[in-house]
């Protein structure tokens, strides 16, 4: 299935005349087809395949969108700190969505996938973290907004040093004995603008 | 391999979520003597169980309503986080106003849940454990029981009635969704109850919604449908 959000997405820049709920809509339903695909293939209902969906598109001068279903989040800043690392007031967030409990969120998978599939509009992002439900709890403060302490170690750790380095250096922080107090997954994706 | 350099600080959830667990529990005069002392004793488990449990210790939220004394029921353990929780010690007295417990532990829950959409903190479906020797006493316990009923049927609670030794099995199905039956304790054995409950209930503070409970009820309790 994140082959085929992927292959829908990369579509965007030469779509630009369909508007975006419509064509993001179409890509989701696509990639989700070819989940169902899967599961009759494997012989699974598609309830074995539920999974929520954080995903985001940026063009290279930072304009794009995130689109999401359920909980996890993105946050992506929209400006530079003077050291060049980035600034996280003012961040744009894709906050998550869950039920009346905590631990009932949607689905792609679901019936009603679209009614919760929730896009937004991103302009000039200069970094971006997209994260499951656990990694969620750490980056956003209970009102959504963006914790500035957790992202700005992230995004500057990362932006200096290489990319296997700093791939360790995150996973060995997410599964350190104070964040694994969370047991829900933590999945980080970080991305910057060059 | 290091850790992302001051990360280490940051790594504190917003507002860790909370698996309520409101007990109701039967202090009336007959349970006086033994009961009540396994009983108490029962609690210190749990207070043990749940503070030892890194996840409940943090997730977990307990409240114990007790009925009994002047015939009534009242809030013993306002709502607090598994990490203060301090069993209390509870004196069997008085009759068993059953119907009134589960009124109140309801209505506890539902302001409990309220605060804490206020303050923005997320929680999975409250848990309701009645313990009873007896049967209820209250005129109008069957509506209560139909209040918790129906609590349990709209998902709104999991309900656990629990009959010790002498207890109607019938009546406080009553409080239960039909066909979920009733927990049976055999002798005396609220230790290895209340340590149950604790990992159960940690362990539905972890688990996505809907997923099957893998934790087996200890022997000395038995399920009756």
Redesign the interface.
């Known amino acids: 299935m994140v082959r085929a959000l992927l292959d829908n997405l990369r579509g965007v820049s030469s779509t630009a005349s369909v508007p975006l709920v419509v064509w993001a809509t179409a890509a989701v339903r696509h990639a989700r087809q070819c989940l169902e695909e899967e599961a009759v293939r494997a012989g699974l209902p598609l309830s074995d395949y539920h999974t929520t969906v954080v995903a985001a598109v940026l063009l290279p001068q930072g304009d794009g969108f995130v689109l999401h279903i359920g909980d996890g989040a993105a946050a992506a800043s929209v400006s530079l700190a003077e050291d060049g690392a980035a600034n996280w007031k003012g961040a744009s967030v894709s906050a998550p969505e869950?039920?009346e409990?905590?631990?009932?969120?949607f689905f792609v998978t679901q019936r009603c996938w679209a009614d919760h599939l929730r896009i937004t509009p991103l302009r000039g992002v200069t970094s971006i973290l997209l994260m499951t439900d656990g990694a969620a709890?750490?980056a956003?403060?209970?009102?959504g907004s963006p914790?500035a302490?957790?992202c700005e170690?992230?995004d500057r750790?990362?932006r200096r040093v290489n990319h296997a380095d700093g791939a360790?250096?995150?996973?060995?922080?997410l599964a350190?004995e104070?964040?694994t107090?969370?047991?829900?997954d933590k999945t980080l994706v970080w991305a910057r603008r060059y | 391999?290091?850790?992302?350099?001051?990360?280490?600080?940051?790594?504190?959830?917003?507002?860790?979520?909370r698996t309520p667990c409101i007990l109701v529990l039967d202090a009336s005069s007959s349970m006086d003597g033994k009961r009540i002392q396994s009983l108490n004793d029962g609690l210190m488990a749990f207070e043990e169980a749940l503070k030892a449990d890194?996840?409940a210790r943090?997730r977990v939220a307990v409240s114990i309503v007790c009925i009994g004394r002047d015939n009534l029921a009242q809030v013993m353990t306002p709502w607090t986080d598994a990490m203060h929780f301090q069993a209390p010690t509870i004196y069997a007295n008085g009759s068993t106003p059953l119907g009134a417990g589960a009124r109140l532990a309801l209505s506890e829950l539902e302001s409990y849940k309220a605060s804490l959409r206020n303050?923005?903190?997320?929680?999975?479906?409250p848990w309701v454990l009645i313990v009873s020797d007896g049967e209820p006493t209250d005129a109008d316990w069957e509506d209560a029981a139909e209040e918790m009923r129906t609590a349990a049927v709209d998902k709104k609670a999991i309900v656990f009635p629990l009959a010790v030794e002498g207890a109607s099995t019938e009546k406080l199905a009553a409080f239960n969704a039909p066909g979920k039956g009733v927990l049976r304790l055999h002798g005396l054995a609220f230790r290895e109850l209340f340590v149950w409950l604790s990992a159960s209930v940690s362990s539905a503070s972890?688990?996505?919604?809907g997923t099957k409970m893998q934790i087996e009820a200890p022997r000395m309790i038995t399920i009756e449908t």
């Open positions: 869950n039920g409990y905590a631990n009932e969120t709890g750490f956003l403060h209970a009102d914790k302490g957790f170690a992230v750790h990362l360790k250096a995150l996973a060995a922080s350190s104070k964040a107090h969370n047991p829900d | 391999m290091n850790g992302i350099p001051g990360l280490e600080a940051q790594l504190e959830e917003n507002t860790s979520q890194p996840v943090n303050m923005g903190i997320p929680y999975t479906r972890q688990a996505a919604a």
